[in-house]
């Protein structure tokens, strides 16, 4: 799992993502782009639960499916990740309690913000995003706060620390770094907003396991 934050809003979109993937008992495994962007599609695309899902769609949209736009892709996106899921499922065993969800973020054939996540719970079916926040695990938002780019360090904070509240197979792992992204409708630009105090650390233990 992971940590993803993002604004949806009229005029651009933020996302904001860290970068630690794990092994199923929590421990660090490799760290991660958990979103990617789409310049042809002007579309970020983000994913969270059973890793290397999102990776393999983006893949399938950029090299081999001719794509007018994200309301393009929210009609052929149920069929297509419910083919991925199901080779997953075969190749690694997935456990039942295991998901994956894909957001997809962007500027709409129609020139306007548009967003929608394919939920493996739900038969990757494609279901509309509201204006707003969204984030995912949970945590609250800063308050007076309107800019995810001000307000991701403490929210990613307090999302580890509810996390760590609750018993180890139970929890989401997040750490690594935090990535953002800023679309608008004229371009799209990632930085790294911050570090995580324990990364050094976790690095290392992925390396000794690796």
């Known amino acids: 799992m992971s940590s993803l934050i993002f604004q949806l809003n009229t005029d651009c979109i933020s996302v904001a993502t860290d970068t630690l993937a794990t092994l199923p008992d929590g421990s660090p495994a490799v760290f991660s782009t958990k979103a990617m962007y789409l310049p042809h599609l002007r579309m970020i695309v983000a994913g969270t639960g059973v890793a290397g899902i999102m990776g393999q769609w983006v893949q399938q949209m950029n090299d081999r499916m001719v794509l007018s736009g994200i309301l393009n892709v929210a009609f052929h996106a ?29 500027i709409s054939e129609e020139n306007e913000t548009f967003g929608f996540m394919s939920r493996s719970t739900n038969n990757f079916r494609s279901e509309t995003l509201r204006s707003g926040w969204g984030v995912k695990p949970e945590c609250e938002f800063p308050e007076g706060e309107t800019d995810l780019k001000r307000g991701v360090q403490t929210m990613m904070a307090q999302q580890r620390s509810i996390q760590a509240s609750k018993p180890a197979n139970e929890r989401i792992y997040i750490g690594g770094e935090c990535m953002v992204w800023h679309l608008t409708r004229n371009n799209c630009v990632s930085f790294k907003a911050f570090e995580f105090s324990d990364h050094k650390d976790q690095r290392a233990q992925a390396l000794k396991s690796f």
């Open 78 to 106: 149920p069929t297509n990740l419910r083919r991925i899921w199901a080779i997953a499922q075969a190749e690694y065993d997935l456990a039942e309690d295991q998901t994956a969800t894909i957001y997809h973020l962007g």
